[in-house]
């Protein structure tokens, strides 16, 4: 079953608007990754939060992670046409197999 | 070149046929991953291998079967192919973690093997 599940399945915004996307998982994660997968391709990973971590920040990128409630969100601040795509939230499970299991994604139009 | 390669890119067969799609890395890489991805399903871990003598079953491994040929190369096959396997085929490659101070496993994807089972 999927471990993942994110909030809201499709958004569309403006250009220079902020995007909210969230994620829930079910069981203890050593770690969580977001990935961007542009229409038909290869996912991209954007960004690494792990379990002892609450927030961090890579570029237009803000991510939070809440252990207690099970769940993360990304953040895209001041969105381009080029943030169009679909993001998914991956979780690494707390004993370190190195697998992850991805969420169903969350659709991102941004309007010019 | 792309880091993981996948082929063929876009492949139709019928019911019952054999069908083995192929990944190839040049990322130094020990581990990989054979993903499915349907819509509004996300992706579903299929099979994964830590080295070459080393597979695992994911959650999906039913009609499926992997052969990790070198460190480099991983082929997924369905045996019979069947309709439900229509989806967009995704292998991806990982670093130990750790080796580089990560300590988590990050994927690096191929472009996918979309695949039409009539």
């Known amino acids: 079953s999927q471990q993942g599940e994110e909030d809201p399945q499709a958004l569309s915004i403006q250009e220079g608007e902020n995007a909210t996307m969230n994620c829930s998982y079910k069981?203890?994660?050593?770690?969580l990754q977001w990935y961007r997968q542009n229409s038909g391709r290869g996912l991209v990973h954007l960004i690494l939060?792990?379990?002892?971590?609450r927030e961090k920040h890579s570029g237009r990128l803000r991510v939070t992670l809440d252990t207690s409630k099970k769940s993360s969100s990304l953040l895209i601040t001041a969105s381009r046409a080029a943030d169009t795509a679909s993001y998914f939230c991956a979780t690494g499970e707390s004993s370190n197999t190195g697998k992850l299991i991805f969420g169903q994604g969350t659709t991102l139009q941004v309007k010019p | 070149d792309a880091d993981v390669t996948q082929t063929p890119r876009n492949r139709i067969t019928k019911t019952g046929k054999r069908i083995m799609l192929e990944c190839s890395q040049t990322?130094?890489?020990?581990?990989m991953y054979w993903y499915r991805q349907d819509p509004g399903l996300g992706l579903r871990l299929i099979y994964y291998?830590?080295?070459?003598?080393?597979?695992n079953k994911g959650e999906i491994s039913d009609g499926y079967s992997v052969s990790r040929q070198a460190q480099a190369k991983f082929s997924l096959s369905l045996e019979s192919a069947i309709p439900n396997q229509t989806a967009l085929y995704f292998c991806a490659t990982s670093d130990v973690p750790g080796r580089k101070g990560l300590g988590a496993n990050v994927l690096t994807f191929g472009a996918g093997s979309r695949l039409t089972v009539l």
């Open positions: 990322k130094g890489h020990d581990r």
């Open positions: 069981t203890s994660i050593n770690n």
């Open positions: 939060i792990r379990s002892n971590e």
């Open positions: 291998s830590f080295d070459v003598k080393d597979i």
